[in-house]
C-alpha cells in the first residue's frame, strides 16, 4: 500500500521532536521535521516547565511536517511522566507546571509521608515512592494554599496538556495516572484513600483513557491557526518510558527479556501480567507501572547517563568549548578498567552538582577508594558503576518474578555508547540487544497504528518495529573480572 504519515511527538526532559513515521504497511522509516530544547525555568523561587513555550514548539512541528507531508493520518504525543497542570471550569491553564526537581515537591514528602507512610502508599498504588511524584507537588500546593489548585477545575499531566490544547478535550491518559503515586494500579481507579487523607480534591481527576484511543481531531482554532485539515490525535501510552517499552522490537522467538531504556534516567524493569506488591519489591525500590494493553511495568529507576551529562556541562565551561560524546568516550577507554566505582543513585547523583566530578571523587574517598584521576578515570567510574547497578537490578527482577532472564533488550539514546553495552552485557552476564535509538517513538507509532486501524495490537507492532529497525548484539566476555569487581561493588554499597 501507499505509504501513511503519522506525527510523532516525543519530549524528554532536556529537548524534544517531531518525527514522521512512514508506514507502508510492513514496515516504517522515520524523518525528524523539528528538534527544539526543553529548557525549565527557575523564578521567583519556583523550578517550572515553560509550557506555552513548548506548545509553539509543537505547533511549529505539525506546520514543518504538514509542509513536508501534506497528509498526516493522526498525531500522537508522549513526554516523561510525574509533572502535570490544570485547567479552570472554563478551560483556562492554570499556570506553567512544576518541575519534578522543584525544592517545594522535595520539601513535601517527609510531612505527607507523616500522613501516608511509604509502605501504605507502595500497597495502595504499587508504585515505589519517590519525591519526584506527583502527589508530593500536590500535597505542596496544599499545604501552600497555591491558586492554581484553589481555582482548578481538571488535573492534567502533561502529555495531557498537550493534547487538550490541541483537541480541546481534556483526558487523563492511563500509563501516566500510574506515574502519580495516587492511583491504585490493581483496582484502576484513582485512590481516594491516598487523595483524601492529604486534602486532594477527586474531583480533579477522570478515569483514565488506554493507549490507542483516538480523542478527537485538531480542533477549530488551531486547524485555522495552522490552515491544517481536522488530524485525528491518539494518546499512546503517553509516559515514555510506557511507549519506550511498547516499542521493543521483537517477534514470536523472543524468549524471556527483561529492558534497559537509557538516557538521562536508566529504567530496568519487566513485563508481567499484573502489578507485583510484595515486601520484596518494596525494600529494593521497585515499582510498578502501567504499560500498553494493560501491560505491568515492574521496574526501577536508576539515576542514569545524568551523571556524565552534569560533568560534561562542567567540563565545557572550563574548557569554553564543545565537548563531543565521542570524546568523553574515548578518553574513559584510556583509562584503568574497574578501578573506582560509585552507588548511581545515591542523592547527590542525582540532583544538580554545579561541579559533579568533585562529588564523585568525594564519593570514592568516602568509601575508602582514591578519587579518579583526570576527565577519562570519572567517566570510566560512572559508566562501570551504572553496568554494575544494572546487574543488581535485573538480579533482583528475576528473583522477584521467579523467571530466567535470557536476554537484556536496551533501547533509547544509550545505546549510542557501545563501550557501556558491552560493559552492561559483561557485568550481567547477559546478552545485550541494542537499539534501536528511536523506541519511544516507534512505541508511540505502534499505538497510532492501532488507534487508527492498521494493526491489531501491540504484539503486531512490536513484530514491525523488528522488521523497521537495526539492532547490535554483545555477548558478555570478561567475566572473572566484573564477578571480582561485583563482589567488591556489593561490599562498599550493600
Known amino acids: 500500500m ?48 515553560d509550557l506555552l513555550r513548548l506548545y509553539s514548539e509543537i505547533v511549529i512541528g505539525i506546520q514543518k511536517s504538514l509542509k513536508a507531508y501534506s497528509r498526516i493520518e493522526s498525531i500522537g504525543l508522549d513526554t516523561w511522566g510525574v509533572d502535570f497542570g490544570f485547567i479552570d471550569r472554563k478551560g483556562r491553564l492554570l499556570g506553567n507546571p512544576r518541575h519534578y526537581r522543584d525544592e517545594g515537591r522535595t520539601a513535601a514528602v517527609p510531612e505527607a ?55 480541546g478535550e481534556p483526558v487523563n491518559e492511563y500509563t501516566q495516572a ?34 490507542g484511543t483516538s480523542i478527537g481531531c485538531l480542533q477549530q482554532s488551531v486547524r485555522r491557526d495552522l490552515e491544517a485539515p481536522a488530524i485525528p490525535v491518539v494518546v499512546p501510552a503517553s509516559h515514555d518510558t510506557a511507549s ?29 501480567p499484573a502489578p507485583v506488591i510484595t515486601e520484596e ?49 574515548s578518553g574513559c577507554l584510556e583509562a584503568p578498567r574497574l578501578a573506582t566505582l560509585i552507588d548511581v543513585d545515591e542523592p547527590p547523583f542525582g540532583a544538580f552538582q554545579p561541579d559533579m566530578a568533585r562529588t564523585i571523587a568525594d564519593s570514592c574517598v568516602r ?29 533482583q527482577l528475576a528473583g522477584f518474578t521467579r523467571h530466567r532472564i535470557d536476554v537484556i533488550r536496551m533501547v533509547g539514546g544509550g545505546t549510542q555508547n557501545c563501550a557501556l553495552c558491552q560493559w552492561t552485557a559483561d557485568a550481567t552476564g547477559i546478552p545485550v540487544i541494542a537499539g534501536p535509538i528511536e523506541t519511544t517513538v516507534a512505541g508511540n507509532l505502534i ?4 488507534g487508527t486501524g492498521q494493526v491489531s495490537g501491540l504484539a503486531e507492532g ?15 566476555r570478561d567475566r572473572s573480572d566484573w564477578d571480582a569487581a561485583y563482589g567488591r561493588y556489593c561490599r562498599l554499597f550493600p
Open 462 to 476: 512490536r513484530r514491525i518495529v523488528a522488521l523497521s529497525s537495526e539492532t547490535r548484539t554483545y555477548e558478555p
Open 178 to 211: 500510574t506515574t502519580t503515586l495516587a492511583f491504585n494500579q490493581v483496582e484502576g481507579r484513582w485512590e481516594d484513600r491516598i487523595l483524601d487523607p492529604l486534602g486532594i480534591p477527586r474531583g480533579l481527576f477522570r478515569a483514565p483513557v488506554m493507549p
Open 367 to 395: 568509601t575508602g577508594q582514591r578519587a579518579p584521576s583526570g576527565r577519562g578515570e570519572t567517566a570510566r567510574c560512572v559508566y562501570e558503576s551504572l553496568a554494575l547497578k544494572f546487574r543488581r537490578r535485573f538480579e
Open 244 to 272: 519506550a517499552a511498547t516499542g521493543v522490537p521483537l517477534t514470536g522467538d523472543a524468549g524471556s527479556w527483561a529492558f534497559l531504556s537509557l538516557g538521562t534516567w536508566g529504567v530496568t524493569g519487566m513485563e508481567t
Open 447 to 450: 499505538m497510532q497504528l492501532k
Open 113 to 167: 509521608l507523616g500522613i501516608i507512610p511509604a509502605r501504605r502508599l507502595f500497597d495502595l498504588t504499587g508504585l515505589f515512592v519517590s519525591p519526584i511524584f506527583s502527589i508530593f507537588g500536590l500535597r505542596a500546593m496544599k499545604v501552600e494554599a497555591a491558586p492554581e489548585l484553589a481555582a482548578a477545575d481538571r488535573f492534567l499531566m502533561m502529555p495531557d496538556l498537550f493534547t487538550y490544547l490541541l483537541t
Open 2 to 49: 501507499a505509504a501513511r504519515n503519522y506525527l510523532v511527538f516525543d519530549l524528554g526532559a532536556s529537548n524534544g521532536r517531531a518525527v514522521v513515521a512512514r508506514f507502508d504497511g510492513e514496515r516504517f522509516t522515520l524523518d525528524v521535521t523539528h528538534r527544539f530544547d526543553n529548557r525549565p525555568v527557575l523564578a521567583a523561587g519556583t523550578f517550572s516547565w
Open 281 to 329: 519489591v518494596f525494600t529494593a525500590g521497585f515499582g510498578n507501572e502501567g504499560g500498553a494493553e494493560g501491560k505491568n511495568l515492574l521496574v526501577s529507576n536508576v539515576t542514569g547517563l545524568w551523571i556524565v551529562q552534569q560533568c560534561r556541562e562542567k567540563w565545557m565551561k572550563e574548557d569554553g568549548a564543545e565537548l563531543s560524546w565521542d570524546a568523553v568516550v
